[in-house]
């Protein structure tokens, strides 16, 4: 074997492992990084609140770590609670494996028939969505005049002769135009799983509201470059600026000094590698060009 191919060789074996290394920093921002500045909390019901999210309370400095919009405040009763631009949620659960948490809506906790009150909401900007793999949308219609034999009621949402119906989203009766005889119309979101039977949608749909919906939640696009290299996101409130965390125990206003840097163009050898536009099977396609 002259010294070419065991260039080669070796190359191709660094490369590799360097892929592979790279994907799995990237992919984890909540990972086992950990620093002084980012503690773990614990609101009584054995949610664990850690990065990205951050426990919101009176005693909160003006700087915090986690993601500006992750904040979580204790409620009296040692549950979590999640502050969205519609309403707050219990979080029953969050995974840090599979990226997801689960809310259940205050308002309808304690009530034999929880009623939907209004539509979630997400703001674009807030790196949280539905769990396409997990959730179900159901479609509410409120205080309905129209009455027809075709449709079940919700027996416990009827009052004054006026009558309530649920449907799956996409699976109404297009035959009855409930938009012209109903009040309100709410679209809310349970766990596929929680629904047994669509037959019995009209009395079942409220043990699978209590039991909440999932919402994934992914990277902050700010944060890239600080958790590229092992740090942690934060943020200074009272000067208005992005921090980074560090494993040593520093903190910077960009980025970690030590940690694996994926943001520009390193060197391999004789080549450049750009994380964004060039992987490794380039550089060794470009090294026997």
Known sequence: MNFTTMLHLHLLFFLLVLS?????????????????????????????????????????STQFCGYRDFSLTCSDSGEPILTLPTDSYYVKNISYDDYTLTLVDIDIVDQPCPRARHNLSINANVPLSYSSSKDLNLTFYFNCTSNSSSLESIE??????????????????????????????????????????????????????????????????????????????????????????????SMSRGYCKGGMHLKGNFVVGPFEWNPKGFGPLDALTQLWE
């Open 156 to 249: 416990c949402l009827g009052f004054s002769g006026m009558r309530s119906y649920v449907f799956i989203v996409g699976e109404e009766m297009e035959d009855f135009d409930l938009l012209e005889s109903c009040e309100e119309k709410v679209v809310a979101t349970v766990m596929e799983e929680e629904i047994i039977s669509v037959e019995n949608l009209s009395s079942g749909f409220g043990g699978a509201m209590k039991k909440g919906f999932v919402l994934d939640w992914r990277s902050l696009r700010d944060c890239g470059e600080c958790e590229a290299r092992d740090g942690l996101c934060g943020y200074n409130i009272a000067r208005r600026e992005d921090l980074c965390f560090c494993k040593d125990g």
């Open 20 to 60: 592979i290394f790279t994907t799995a920093v990237v992919s984890d921002p909540a990972g086992n990084l950990s620093s002084p500045y980012c503690p773990t909390y614990d609101c009584g019901n054995g949610v664990q609140i850690r990065y990205p999210f951050w426990r919101l309370d009176n005693t909160t």
